[in-house]
């Protein structure tokens, strides 16, 4: 099966800066990889995703990279806003395209 | 309705009682996932449900944990004979089939404590 691993587990930028947030993958045939956030007490949902037929997609501040040859994706963040803090998951879809491999998460705390 | 249900929210239940936690998907989602979400933690897989396709089981933890599926509808996970350690968020999450991956969407979860 596929394996995920996430680095940091946990990060403290101060508002304004840039937040990153790394993962790799195990699985050559893993074709989806999405990111979720999870604020405290909630569940998870998507906030950007990328296929592997693209190495960079962005969405506002948010944005994430590709590199299928490593085998790692991450997720940028620019000018942090507080409410930005919450668990960021990343995750893989496996060799099958649905199932879903996530990361153990990061926490992102975003200093005033 | 349009999202993910869950039910209940809340479970407290006692050591050694059996729990039934439910999931409704979305309308149309034939995959259907269930994680674990201890305190403070990540994701832990569960199972897996994809149509009329066997489940993939891999992520149960033990044989007190079976979950079903009837058809592409609802979905319960079983607890038997909780254990303390089984104190945990439930989360169930359904997506689309697209063949090419799509977001799954979670439901609120069923936080269960068992004292």
């Known amino acids: 099966g596929e394996n995920v691993e996430q680095h940091p587990s946990t990060l403290s930028v101060q508002e304004g800066d840039s937040a990153v947030i790394k993962c790799t993958y195990s699985d050559s045939a893993s074709n989806y990889f999405p990111w979720y956030k999870q604020e405290l007490g909630k569940r998870p949902q998507l906030i950007i995703d990328?296929?592997?037929?693209?190495g960079e997609k962005k969405d506002q501040r948010i944005a994430v990279t590709l590199n299928k040859t490593a085998k790692h994706f991450s997720l940028h963040i620019t000018e942090t806003q507080p409410e930005d803090s919450a668990v960021y998951f990343c995750?893989?879809?496996?060799?099958?395209?649905?199932?879903?491999?996530f990361g153990t998460g990061t926490s992102l705390t975003v200093i005033p | 309705g349009a999202g993910v249900s869950q039910s209940p929210s809340n479970k407290v239940t006692e050591k050694g009682k059996d729990v039934e936690l439910r999931c409704d998907p979305i309308?149309?989602?034939?995959?259907l996932y269930w994680y674990r979400q201890r305190l403070g933690q990540g994701l832990e897989f569960l199972i897996y449900f994809q149509g009329n396709s066997a489940p993939d089981k891999s992520g149960l933890p033990s044989d007190r944990f079976s979950a079903e599926r009837t058809g592409e509808s609802v979905s319960t996970l079983t607890i038997q004979r909780t254990q303390q350690e089984d104190s945990a968020v439930y989360l169930c999450?359904?997506?689309?089939?697209?063949?090419?991956?799509?977001?799954?969407?979670f439901g609120q979860g069923t936080r269960l404590t068992v004292v």
């Open positions: 990328i296929r592997s037929n693209v």
């Open positions: 309308s149309g989602h034939t995959a």
């Open positions: 999450a359904s997506s689309f089939t697209g063949g090419t991956g799509t977001e799954a969407f």
């Open positions: 995750a893989a879809s496996g060799p099958t395209g649905n199932q879903f491999y």
